[in-house]
């Protein structure tokens, strides 16, 4: 069993920076694969990064752009279990409840929300105008 808590989200200004971290439980962590996930009202729930297993550097992310642009950065620390989302420029349009995830499958790259069996009870993010 493993158990997933967000933190750092928040109310921020358009433009501004939020960490987001998720602390996992178990010792089965640096076996998983770590995700990123978001959901906006009314959207469905979608891929934002991912972290493979028994991996700091196998990153994915949904969008390019922003990792380039520095604006999505994903990583993760295996000795505190924990992952971590840095968001800078942030927009309105990244209003979401954000979600990590662990996966325990084998080879999972982490894309599909389907592939994750433990999830977080995420944390709200607020961009205002």
């Known amino acids: 069993q493993v158990q997933l808590v967000e933190s750092g989200g928040g109310l921020v200004q358009a433009g501004g920076s939020l960490r987001l971290s998720c602390a996992a439980s178990?010792?089965?962590?640096?076996?998983?694969?770590m995700g990123w996930f978001r959901q906006a009202p009314g959207k469905e729930r979608e891929f934002v990064a991912s972290?493979?297993?028994?991996?700091?550097?196998?990153?994915?992310?949904?969008n390019l752009a922003d990792v380039v642009k520095g604006r999505f950065i994903a990583s993760r620390d295996n000795a505190k279990n924990t992952i971590y989302l840095q968001m800078s420029s942030l927009r309105p349009d990244d209003t979401a409840v954000y979600y990590c995830?662990?996966?325990?499958?084998?080879?999972?790259?982490?894309?599909?929300?389907?592939?994750?069996?433990?999830w977080g009870q995420g944390t709200q993010v607020t961009i205002s105008s």
């Open positions: 972290i493979r297993a028994g991996s700091t550097v196998n990153i994915y992310y949904a």
């Open positions: 995830a662990a996966s325990m499958l084998y080879g999972s790259v982490g894309r599909i929300p389907n592939e994750y069996q433990y």
């Open positions: 178990g010792r089965t962590f640096s076996a998983s694969t």
